[in-house]
């Protein structure tokens, strides 16, 4: 089933448009201005993240990591996680289960 959401504003110069949702997965865009930041947070959902374009510096459980356009990884559960775009860019986030919070 083909579902359209439309961008609403997250964190300041941080768009986030849900892609694709069930109840089992979520995929949301996020896109950053540069020198924005998604502030640390933490939820119960498993997230995988892909650059797909932009440069971020990421804080999980406390380690910072550099990605840039190609590089993913995983976010565990309940891991405080966040980021700062230091180039402008996109990242595209699936959770398991679904981020009830962004309907």
Not at 2 to 16: E, F, I, S
Not at 28 to 51: D, I, K, M, N
Not at 52 to 60: A, D, E, K, L
Request: aromatic share 8%; charged share 20%.
């Amino acid at each position: 089933m083909l579902n359209r959401y439309p961008p609403v504003p997250a964190d300041p110069g941080v768009t986030r448009q849900v892609l694709s949702d069930s109840p089992e997965l979520m995929v949301v865009s996020f896109t950053f201005e540069q020198g924005a930041e998604g502030r640390l947070h933490r939820h119960p959902h498993v997230q995988a993240t892909y650059v797909q374009s932009g440069r971020f510096t990421f804080t999980v459980a406390g380690e910072e990591i550099a990605v840039g356009p190609g590089d993913s990884f995983v976010i565990p559960s309940d891991a405080e996680h966040g980021c700062r775009c230091t180039e402008a860019g996109v990242l595209i986030d699936t959770f398991t289960p679904r981020r009830d919070d962004f309907l």
